[in-house]
C-alpha cells in the first residue's frame, strides 16, 4: 500500500511472538502441555537444528536444563516429566515450533486477538503426542535474553522481566548438550546402538562378561558427559562383541577401573580399538550402577579373515608376501575389509616393479565381495627387465663413454648384477645430459630418448638421440656497477677470455674470484651475477657480471648454535675453527675457509662426502651473516585518547623502531648530469655529492653478527679391513677413532653414558689401534688436542708397539711422542716432536755385521724432530696440480748422539683434462733427500726399495751392504717421474708409467746410482676407500750387484 509505513522486521517479528505466546498460554490452560505433541516422543540420535524461527539459522536446540522453568503452565497433578522428552518431540519432525512463557511489562500495551479454547469443536493445530509417566516443568528461553546467560529460576521464582532497549530478541549461540556417550570416531555403515528407555539396562549390559555382577546390577540413570566425570570407575564393560574376546580387547585398553575416569586416555582407547582393523566402530558411553560410574564400550565387529593364500608368486616368497600383508592389517583372524584386499593388490604390484618386473600382474581372485571370508591372489610375474645397452646418437663432441657418467642408469654387468629399468629415471637422465651439454656451452641442444624392447619384453635398450648444436664462444666480458674495484684487476688471473669457448664452471671460478675480491674489503653482501647476452650472430655470446656492491662490513658478536639430541660439544670446539675474529673486516674468504674447517673436524655433520645429515641427523655445517641491530633499552610509545574523562588506555601502539639493515643513501659519484629529483635512492647516485669525475664517498660501516649453526652427529666409529703388499704382507686393522673426545669429561652419572655425553665435546682426538699381521704387528693409542689451550696449536701424545720381521734381523719397537704444532697459513705448517723408545733387536743374520752387533738386544733411544710443510695440493688423494715440501731435522740425544737431515718434495702438473674437468692426465715428479753422520745406529738409517719407494727392487733391497747384510746408510737420493692416464671416462681405471731413479749409500756419492722403468694399474673401488688398488711392474735398466730385485709391488686393502 502507498503512503502506509509498515512496521520494520524487528517489530513485526515480536508482534508474532506476543500472539504465539499468547495463544501457547491459552490452550496450555485448557488442553495441558500433552496435547502439544512436544513429550513423549521418542529421543532423537543427534541434536537436531531447530526449527524455532526466532532462533538463528543453523543453531542447534538448547538443553531441557539451560531453558527457564514456566512453573504457572505445570498442570496440577501432573507426574515428572522424562528428561530430554520435550526436547525429542519439539525436534521431531512433525512437530511445531514449542515456545515459552512472556513476561509483559505493565506498561506495555499489546492487542491481543480472541483465542478460543481448545475443545471438540475446536481442535488445536497440534495433534497431542504420546504422554510419558512423568514430565518436568517446560522451560523456555526468555525475550530480550540471549539463552546462553539465562540461567534456569527455581520452581515458584518469579521471573525478571528483562528487556531490551528496542525490544529486541537476540539469536543464541549453539549450546553444548550434554550426551550419554562420545561421537565415534569411524561409522561406515552409519549405525548407532539402541539407547534403550530411560531407566532399563540394556540387554548386552546385562550378558556382558567384562562386567561380571557389576553389568547385572547396573542401571542406566541420568549418566554425566564423558568430558566432565571426575570419579573413578567401578568397571568396564564391552558391548557387542562376539567373535573377539573380551581379554583381547581389555589388553588394548589403558583405561582402568579404580581410577579417576580420564576423556582423553578413552578417547586414545577408541582410536587403538578401531585401529585394529577388528571392528567397523567404536562408542563409548558411561552408565550409572549402584556402585558408581561403568564406562561401557559399545562395537561392532568386522567378519574376520579365515583364509589367505598366494599363488603363481615364484620370484618373492609367500613368507614375505604375508610379512607385507601383515604390515597392511592383513591376516588370517583380522578385519576383512575389501577396500583394504583391493588395495594391496597395489602394494604387491609396487614390489615387483621394485625388483624388476615391470610387466607382473596381480589378481584378487577371492575377498572382493562382502559375502566372502578368504582372501587370495593370482600373481603373474613375468620376466624380470634389465637395461641390455644404452647408446647415443649424434653426439659428435663427446663419447659416449663419457656421456654414459652422466646417466644414473647403468647396464646389466656380466648378465647378472645391476641393470634393473627404471622408467622413471629416464626423464631425469635426458636433463642431466641436457645440463652438462648446457654448462660447456651447447645452448641449443636438443636430446630425446627412445626405448627399444626385447620380443620377451625382458631386455630394454635405452637410445638418446642428441642434436649438439654450435659450442658458443664468449665474444666480450663486461663488468656492470663496479665502482670500488677498477675493470683492470677484476679482470686479473680470469679464466673466460674473449674469443674463448664457454665453460659454465670457468665462469663460476672466476665469479668466486670477483666475490673474493670484495671480500676482502668487507663488503661481504656484494652479490656478482652472471649473465649472458645473445648476439645475432650464431655461436657468440657476452658474459657480462652485474655487480651490487653494497658497503663494508666488520665482524660483531658471534652466535654458536648446537643441534642435537643431546648436545654436549662445548663453543670452545666451534669457535677455535673461525678464522675471523670480533672487530675485524669481515672477509668471504675467512668465513669460507671457517666454514670449510668445521666440515674437516669430522665432529659435525656433514663432515664427510656423502654424510650431509649423519645417524644423528642434520645438516652440515652453516655460517650465516644478519646485520646488527643497535644494543640499549627500547622504549614502546603508546598514543592514548583524551577526548573523554575515561582513564587513558593505550589504542595503538607504535611500532618499535628498528634498525636499518641497508646503508643510508650515501653521496657517490656525479657526473655533471642534469638533476633528477628520482635518483635520491639507496645504492643510487645522489644529487647531494659534489661535482668531479673521480670522487667516491666512503660508506659508513656496516656491523655483522655471525651464526655458526653446526649439528652433532656419530663422531665416534670403528673400522675394520684387511690388507695387503708386497712390503708387510697380509694385515688385519681394527680401528676405533673418536672425534670429539674430552679428556676431561669424565661420566658423572650413568644417563651420561647412555646419552653419549661423557668424555666427549672438546673435538679432541682419540685413537685406538691394532694391526697383527704376518710380517708386521703395530698397535697404537694417541690422543690430540687440534686448539690446545683455545689456540691454534696442536698437541698430541701416543705410545705405540712395532714388531717387525726384516730380511736380515727381527726389530721391536715400544715407547711414546708428544708433538706440538701450529698452522701458520692454509698452506704453512710447524710442528715439533719428542720421541722415546726402546729398540729390541734380535734374530740378526750371519755373519754378523759390526753396524748390527753393537746394537743387539735392547736400545733405548730419543729425539727431537722439527718439520716444516707447504702443501698446495688441490688433493690429498690422486691431486692434479699444487706442490709438497717437507724440511726434517731430527737430533739424537741420551745414548745414541746424531743429526739427520730430510727433504721430500713433490710437484703435480696437470697435463689436460676434459671441458668437464674429469680424466685429467697427471705428471708427477717426486725428490727425496737425506743425510745423517756415523753415530746414527743402523736401525735409524736409510733403507730403500717397493712400492712406496723404489719399485724394481724388494723392501729394505737398495742399501749398503757387508757380506751380504743391510747395514744402511748415511745418504739417501730418490727420483720418480710418473705419468698418470685414465682408461674410463669414470676414472675408475687408470694407467700410469713411471721410472724411479737414485741411490743410497754411505756417504755423499751417486757413484751407486741406480735406475728403473715400469708401468702399473690403478683401480679405483669406492666401497674399498679412497686409495686406489695399485699394482706396478718394475725392470731395473741400471742396477748394483748386491740389490735385491722384485718384478711386481702391489698394495690392496678393505676397510669398513
Same mark, same amino acid.
Given at each position: 500500500?502507498?503512503?502506509?509505513?509498515?512496521?520494520?522486521?524487528?517489530?513485526?517479528?515480536?508482534?508474532?511472538?506476543?500472539?504465539?505466546?499468547?495463544?501457547?498460554?491459552?490452550?496450555?490452560?485448557?488442553?495441558?502441555?500433552?496435547?502439544?505433541?512436544?513429550?513423549?516422543?521418542?529421543?532423537?540420535?543427534?541434536?537436531?537444528?531447530?526449527?524455532?524461527?526466532?532462533?538463528?539459522?543453523?543453531?542447534?536446540?538448547?538443553?531441557?536444563?539451560?531453558?527457564?522453568?514456566?512453573?504457572?503452565?505445570?498442570?496440577?497433578?501432573?507426574?515428572?516429566?522424562?528428561?530430554?522428552?520435550?526436547?525429542?518431540?519439539?525436534?521431531?519432525?512433525?512437530?511445531?515450533?514449542?515456545?515459552?512463557?512472556?513476561?509483559?511489562?505493565?506498561?506495555?500495551?499489546?492487542?491481543?486477538?480472541?483465542?478460543?479454547?481448545?475443545?471438540?469443536?475446536?481442535?488445536?493445530?497440534?495433534?497431542?503426542?504420546?504422554? &510419558?509417566? #512423568?514430565?518436568?516443568?517446560?522451560?523456555?528461553?526468555?525475550?530480550?535474553?540471549?539463552?546462553?546467560?539465562?540461567?534456569?529460576?527455581?520452581?515458584?521464582?518469579?521471573?525478571?522481566?528483562?528487556?531490551?532497549?528496542?525490544?529486541?530478541?537476540?539469536?543464541?549461540?549453539?549450546?553444548?548438550?550434554?550426551?550419554?556417550?562420545?561421537?565415534?570416531?569411524?561409522?561406515?555403515?552409519?549405525?548407532?546402538?539402541?539407547?534403550?528407555?530411560?531407566?532399563?539396562?540394556?540387554?548386552?549390559?546385562?550378558?556382558?562378561?567384562?562386567?561380571?555382577?557389576?553389568?547385572?546390577?547396573?542401571?542406566?540413570?541420568?549418566?554425566?558427559?564423558?568430558? @566432565?566425570?571426575?570419579?573413578?570407575?567401578?568397571?568396564?564393560?564391552?558391548?557387542?562383541?562376539?567373535?573377539?574376546?573380551?581379554?583381547?580387547?581389555?589388553?588394548?585398553?589403558?583405561?582402568?577401573?579404580?581410577?579417576?575416569?580420564?576423556?582423553?586416555?578413552?578417547?586414545?582407547?577408541?582410536?587403538?580399538?578401531?585401529?585394529?582393523?577388528?571392528?567397523?566402530?567404536?562408542?563409548?558411553?558411561?552408565?550409572?550402577?549402584?556402585?558408581?560410574?561403568?564406562?561401557?564400550?559399545?562395537?561392532?565387529?568386522?567378519?574376520?579373515?579365515?583364509?589367505?593364500?598366494?599363488?603363481?608368486?615364484?620370484?618373492?616368497?609367500?613368507?614375505?608376501?604375508?610379512?607385507?600383508?601383515?604390515?597392511?592389517?592383513?591376516?588370517?583372524?583380522?578385519?576383512?575389509?575389501?577396500?583394504?584386499?583391493?588395495?594391496?593388490?597395489?602394494?604387491?604390484?609396487?614390489?615387483?616393479?621394485?625388483?624388476?618386473?615391470?610387466?607382473?600382474?596381480?589378481?584378487?581372485?577371492?575377498?572382493?565381495?562382502?559375502?566372502?571370508?578368504?582372501?587370495?591372489?593370482?600373481?603373474?610375474?613375468?620376466?624380470?627387465?634389465?637395461?641390455?645397452?644404452?647408446?647415443?646418437?649424434?653426439?659428435?663432441?663427446?663419447?659416449?663413454?663419457?656421456?654414459?657418467?652422466?646417466?644414473?642408469?647403468?647396464?646389466?654387468?656380466?648378465?647378472?648384477?645391476?641393470?634393473?629399468?627404471?622408467?622413471?629415471?629416464?626423464?631425469?637422465?635426458?636433463?642431466?645430459?641436457?645440463?652438462?651439454?648446457?654448462?660447456?656451452?651447447?645452448?641449443?641442444?636438443?636430446?630425446?630418448?627412445?626405448?627399444?624392447?626385447?620380443?620377451?619384453?625382458?631386455?630394454?635398450?635405452?637410445?638418446?638421440?642428441?642434436?649438439?648444436?654450435?659450442?658458443?664462444?664468449?665474444?666480450?666480458?663486461?663488468?656492470?656497477?663496479?665502482?670500488?674495484?677498477?675493470?683492470?684487476?677484476?679482470?686479473?688471473?680470469?679464466?673466460?677470455?674473449?674469443?674463448?669457448?664457454?665453460?659454465?664452471?670457468?665462469?663460476?671460478?672466476?665469479?668466486?674470484?670477483?666475490?673474493?675480491?670484495?671480500?676482502?674489503?668487507?663488503?661481504?653482501?656484494?652479490?656478482?651475477?652472471?649473465?649472458?647476452?645473445?648476439?645475432?650472430?650464431?655461436?657468440?655470446?657476452?658474459?657480462?657480471?652485474?655487480?651490487?656492491?653494497?658497503?663494508?662490513?666488520?665482524?660483531?658478536?658471534?652466535?654458536?648454535?648446537?643441534?642435537?639430541?643431546?648436545?654436549? @660439544?662445548?663453543?670452545?670446539?666451534?669457535?677455535?675453527?673461525?678464522?675471523?675474529?670480533?672487530?675485524?673486516?669481515?672477509?668471504?674468504?675467512?668465513?669460507?675457509?671457517?666454514?670449510?674447517?668445521?666440515?674437516?673436524?669430522?665432529?659435525?655433520?656433514?663432515?664427510?662426502?656423502?654424510?650431509?645429515?649423519?645417524?644423528?641427523?642434520?645438516?652440515?655445517?652453516?655460517?650465516?651473516?644478519?646485520?646488527?641491530?643497535?644494543?640499549?633499552?627500547?622504549?614502546?610509545?603508546?598514543?592514548?585518547?583524551?577526548?573523554?574523562?575515561?582513564?587513558?588506555?593505550?589504542?595503538?601502539?607504535?611500532?618499535?623502531?628498528?634498525?636499518?639493515?641497508?646503508?643510508?643513501?650515501?653521496?657517490?659519484?656525479?657526473?655533471?648530469?642534469?638533476?633528477?629529483?628520482?635518483?635520491?635512492?639507496?645504492?643510487?647516485?645522489?644529487?647531494?655529492?659534489?661535482?668531479?669525475?673521480?670522487?667516491?664517498?666512503?660508506?659508513?660501516?656496516?656491523?655483522?653478527?655471525?651464526?655458526?649453526?653446526?649439528?652433532?652427529?656419530?663422531?665416534?666409529?670403528?673400522?675394520?679391513?684387511?690388507?695387503?703388499?708386497?712390503?708387510?704382507?697380509?694385515?688385519?686393522?681394527?680401528?676405533?677413532?673418536?672425534?670429539?673426545?674430552?679428556?676431561?669429561?669424565?661420566?658423572?652419572?650413568?644417563?651420561?653414558?647412555?646419552?653419549?655425553?661423557?668424555?666427549?665435546? #672438546?673435538?679432541?682426538?682419540?685413537?685406538?689401534?691394532?694391526?697383527?699381521?704376518?710380517?708386521?704387528?703395530?698397535?697404537?693409542?694417541?690422543?690430540?688436542?687440534?686448539?690446545?689451550?683455545?689456540?691454534?696449536?696442536?698437541?698430541?701424545?701416543?705410545? #705405540?708397539?712395532?714388531?717387525?720381521?726384516?730380511?736380515?734381523?727381527?726389530?721391536?719397537?715400544?715407547?711414546?711422542?708428544?708433538?706440538?704444532?701450529?698452522?701458520? @697459513?692454509?698452506?704453512?705448517?710447524? #710442528?715439533?716432536?719428542?720421541?722415546?723408545?726402546?729398540?729390541?733387536?734380535?734374530?740378526?743374520?750371519? &755373519?754378523?755385521?759390526?753396524?748390527?752387533?753393537?746394537?743387539?738386544?735392547?736400545?733405548?733411544?730419543?729425539?727431537?724432530?722439527?718439520?716444516?710443510?707447504?702443501?698446495?695440493?688441490?688433493?690429498?688423494?690422486?691431486?692434479?696440480?699444487?706442490?709438497?715440501?717437507?724440511?726434517?731435522?731430527?737430533?739424537?740425544?741420551?745414548?745414541?748422539?746424531?743429526?739427520?737431515?730430510?727433504?721430500?718434495?713433490?710437484?703435480?702438473?696437470?697435463?689436460?683434462?676434459?671441458?668437464?674437468?674429469?680424466?685429467?692426465?697427471?705428471?708427477?715428479?717426486?725428490?727425496?733427500?737425506?743425510?745423517?753422520?756415523?753415530?746414527?745406529?743402523?736401525?735409524?738409517?736409510?733403507?730403500?726399495?717397493?712400492?712406496?719407494?723404489?719399485?724394481?727392487?724388494?723392501?729394505?733391497?737398495?742399501?749398503?751392504?757387508?757380506?751380504?747384510?743391510?747395514?744402511?746408510?748415511?745418504?739417501?737420493?730418490?727420483?720418480?717421474?710418473?705419468?698418470?692416464?685414465?682408461?674410463?671416462?669414470?676414472?675408475?681405471?687408470?694407467?700410469?708409467?713411471?721410472?724411479?731413479?737414485?741411490?743410497?749409500?754411505?756417504?755423499? @756419492?751417486?757413484?751407486?746410482?741406480?735406475?728403473?722403468?715400469?708401468?702399473?694399474?690403478?683401480?679405483?673401488?669406492?666401497?674399498?676407500?679412497?686409495?686406489?688398488?695399485?699394482?706396478?711392474?718394475?725392470?731395473?735398466?741400471?742396477?748394483?750387484?748386491?740389490?735385491?730385485?722384485?718384478?711386481?709391488?702391489?698394495?690392496?686393502?678393505?676397510?669398513?
Amino acid at each position: 500500500m502507498t503512503g502506509v509505513r509498515l512496521p520494520s522486521r524487528v517489530v513485526r517479528r515480536d508482534i508474532m511472538r506476543c500472539l504465539i505466546v499468547a495463544i501457547a498460554a491459552a490452550m496450555a490452560a485448557t488442553a495441558g502441555w500433552g496435547h502439544f505433541g512436544i513429550l513423549g516422543a521418542a529421543k532423537s540420535k543427534s541434536p537436531p537444528k531447530t526449527e524455532d524461527p526466532f532462533l538463528a539459522e543453523d543453531t542447534e536446540a538448547p538443553a531441557a536444563d539451560e531453558i527457564p522453568a514456566i512453573p504457572d503452565l505445570e498442570p496440577a497433578g501432573r507426574p515428572a516429566a522424562t528428561p530430554g522428552a520435550g526436547r525429542a518431540a519439539r525436534n521431531s519432525p512433525t512437530a511445531k515450533p514449542a515456545v515459552g512463557a512472556l513476561e509483559v511489562p505493565d506498561d506495555f500495551d499489546l492487542k491481543m486477538p480472541d483465542v478460543p479454547a481448545a475443545g471438540p469443536g475446536n481442535k488445536p493445530d497440534l495433534e497431542p503426542g504420546p504422554m &510419558p509417566e #512423568s514430565t518436568p516443568p517446560m522451560k523456555a528461553p526468555r525475550v530480550g535474553r540471549d539463552i546462553r546467560k539465562t540461567a534456569a529460576p527455581r520452581l515458584g521464582a518469579e521471573p525478571e522481566p528483562d528487556f531490551d532497549s528496542d525490544f529486541t530478541t537476540k539469536p543464541p549461540a549453539k549450546p553444548k548438550l550434554p550426551t550419554l556417550k562420545n561421537t565415534p570416531l569411524e561409522n561406515k555403515a552409519g549405525w548407532r546402538p539402541s539407547d534403550g528407555e530411560p531407566g532399563d539396562v540394556p540387554g548386552d549390559l546385562k550378558k556382558s562378561t567384562a562386567g561380571g555382577p557389576l553389568a547385572e546390577q547396573a542401571r542406566l540413570e541420568r549418566a554425566p558427559e564423558l568430558d @566432565t566425570l571426575n570419579e573413578p570407575l567401578v568397571g568396564i564393560v564391552i558391548e557387542g562383541n562376539k567373535a573377539i574376546k573380551n581379554d583381547d580387547i581389555m589388553k588394548l585398553i589403558k583405561t582402568r577401573p579404580g581410577r579417576v575416569f580420564d576423556p582423553k586416555v578413552a578417547k586414545e582407547d577408541v582410536r587403538t580399538l578401531v585401529s585394529k582393523q577388528w571392528f567397523f566402530d567404536v562408542e563409548t558411553r558411561i552408565s550409572r550402577s549402584k556402585q558408581g560410574p561403568v564406562l561401557v564400550f559399545r562395537v561392532r565387529e568386522r567378519p574376520l579373515v579365515t583364509k589367505l593364500t598366494f599363488t603363481g608368486n615364484k620370484k618373492i616368497k609367500e613368507k614375505e608376501l604375508k610379512e607385507l600383508a601383515d604390515q597392511n592389517q592383513l591376516k588370517v583372524g583380522g578385519g576383512y575389509d575389501m577396500g583394504t584386499n583391493k588395495s594391496f593388490v597395489h602394494r604387491i604390484l609396487g614390489v615387483y616393479q621394485e625388483k624388476g618386473y615391470r610387466h607382473a600382474t596381480v589378481e584378487l581372485v577371492k575377498g572382493g565381495s562382502p559375502e566372502e571370508r578368504e582372501v587370495e591372489y593370482k600373481i603373474v610375474e613375468g620376466p624380470k627387465v634389465v637395461v641390455s645397452k644404452i647408446s647415443f646418437a649424434g653426439n659428435k663432441y663427446f663419447s659416449s663413454p663419457v656421456l654414459k657418467t652422466q646417466v644414473k642408469t647403468k647396464t646389466q654387468i656380466l648378465w647378472l648384477f645391476g641393470g634393473k629399468f627404471e622408467p622413471a629415471s629416464i626423464p631425469e637422465d635426458v636433463n642431466a645430459l641436457r645440463q652438462y651439454y648446457l654448462e660447456l656451452g651447447f645452448f641449443d641442444v636438443q636430446i630425446k630418448h627412445r626405448e627399444i624392447v626385447s620380443e620377451d619384453k625382458a631386455r630394454v635398450h635405452i637410445e638418446y638421440v642428441i642434436e649438439e648444436g654450435d659450442r658458443y664462444k664468449v665474444r666480450n666480458v663486461e663488468f656492470v656497477g663496479n665502482r670500488v674495484i677498477p675493470e683492470a684487476k677484476l679482470r686479473e688471473n680470469m679464466k673466460v677470455k674473449s674469443n674463448q669457448l664457454y665453460t659454465h664452471r670457468f665462469v663460476m671460478a672466476d665469479r668466486e674470484k670477483i666475490v673474493a675480491q670484495y671480500g676482502e674489503l668487507g663488503r661481504i653482501f656484494a652479490t656478482i651475477e652472471p649473465r649472458h647476452r645473445s648476439y645475432e650472430e650464431p655461436g657468440y655470446i657476452d658474459l657480462v657480471y652485474d655487480i651490487k656492491e653494497d658497503r663494508p662490513y666488520k665482524i660483531g658478536r658471534i652466535h654458536v648454535r648446537i643441534n642435537g639430541d643431546h648436545p654436549h @660439544t662445548k663453543e670452545t670446539a666451534v669457535l677455535t675453527k673461525l678464522t675471523f675474529k670480533p672487530g675485524e673486516l669481515a672477509s668471504m674468504a675467512k668465513i669460507e675457509k671457517s666454514k670449510q674447517r668445521l666440515k674437516n673436524a669430522q665432529i659435525f655433520a656433514g663432515s664427510r662426502p656423502g654424510a650431509a645429515a649423519g645417524p644423528m641427523g642434520g645438516a652440515p655445517p652453516e655460517i650465516t651473516l644478519k646485520p646488527a641491530e643497535p644494543r640499549g633499552p627500547r622504549h614502546e610509545l603508546n598514543l592514548a585518547r583524551g577526548q573523554s574523562d575515561a582513564p587513558e588506555e593505550p589504542r595503538r601502539p607504535v611500532r618499535k623502531a628498528k634498525a636499518t639493515t641497508e646503508p643510508d643513501p650515501a653521496p657517490t659519484l656525479f657526473r655533471g648530469q642534469a638533476p633528477t629529483f628520482y635518483d635520491g635512492l639507496p645504492f643510487s647516485d645522489s644529487q647531494d655529492s659534489p661535482p668531479g669525475d673521480d670522487y667516491v664517498q666512503q660508506e659508513p660501516w656496516g656491523i655483522v653478527e655471525p651464526v655458526v649453526t653446526v649439528s652433532e652427529t656419530q663422531t665416534g666409529r670403528i673400522n675394520l679391513g684387511v690388507s695387503v703388499n708386497s712390503n708387510a704382507g697380509l694385515l688385519a686393522s681394527a680401528v676405533l677413532e673418536e672425534n670429539n673426545f674430552d679428556l676431561f669429561k669424565p661420566p658423572r652419572t650413568f644417563q651420561e653414558i647412555i646419552d653419549g655425553t661423557a668424555w666427549r665435546g #672438546s673435538g679432541q682426538q682419540l685413537r685406538v689401534e691394532a694391526m697383527p699381521g704376518i710380517q708386521l704387528s703395530r698397535y697404537l693409542v694417541s690422543w690430540r688436542d687440534p686448539f690446545f689451550l683455545e689456540q691454534d696449536i696442536s698437541f698430541g701424545v701416543s705410545g #705405540s708397539y712395532f714388531s717387525r720381521v726384516l730380511p736380515n734381523w727381527w726389530e721391536r719397537r715400544g715407547g711414546g711422542r708428544v708433538t706440538v704444532g701450529r698452522q701458520f @697459513t692454509p698452506v704453512l705448517s710447524a #710442528s715439533m716432536t719428542l720421541r722415546a723408545e726402546n729398540v729390541e733387536i734380535t734374530n740378526p743374520s750371519l &755373519p754378523v755385521p759390526h753396524d748390527i752387533a753393537i746394537a743387539l738386544g735392547d736400545n733405548f733411544i730419543s729425539t727431537a724432530k722439527f718439520s716444516l710443510v707447504h702443501d698446495t695440493r688441490d688433493s690429498a688423494f690422486l691431486p692434479g696440480h699444487g706442490h709438497y715440501i717437507q724440511a726434517d731435522y731430527e737430533q739424537g740425544f741420551g745414548n745414541f748422539v746424531y743429526p739427520k737431515f730430510d727433504v721430500e718434495g713433490k710437484q703435480y702438473f696437470l697435463v689436460r683434462e676434459r671441458p668437464d674437468g674429469g680424466n685429467r692426465h697427471v705428471i708427477s715428479v717426486v725428490g727425496q733427500f737425506g743425510w745423517t753422520d756415523n753415530q746414527t745406529p743402523f736401525f735409524e738409517r736409510y733403507y730403500a726399495g717397493g712400492f712406496a719407494s723404489f719399485r724394481g727392487y724388494r723392501f729394505y733391497g737398495v742399501t749398503p751392504r757387508v757380506n751380504g747384510v743391510a747395514i744402511g746408510g748415511r745418504f739417501q737420493a730418490l727420483g720418480t717421474v710418473e705419468y698418470l692416464l685414465p682408461i674410463t671416462a669414470d676414472n675408475m681405471l687408470q694407467v700410469v708409467t713411471f721410472s724411479d731413479f737414485g741411490t743410497v749409500d754411505s756417504q755423499v @756419492t751417486l757413484d751407486r746410482f741406480r735406475a728403473t722403468v715400469g708401468a702399473g694399474l690403478r683401480l679405483s673401488v669406492p666401497m674399498m676407500g679412497p686409495l686406489p688398488i695399485a699394482i706396478d711392474f718394475a725392470i731395473p735398466v741400471v742396477s748394483q750387484d748386491s740389490d735385491i730385485r722384485q718384478l711386481v709391488s702391489f698394495t690392496m686393502g678393505l676397510l669398513k
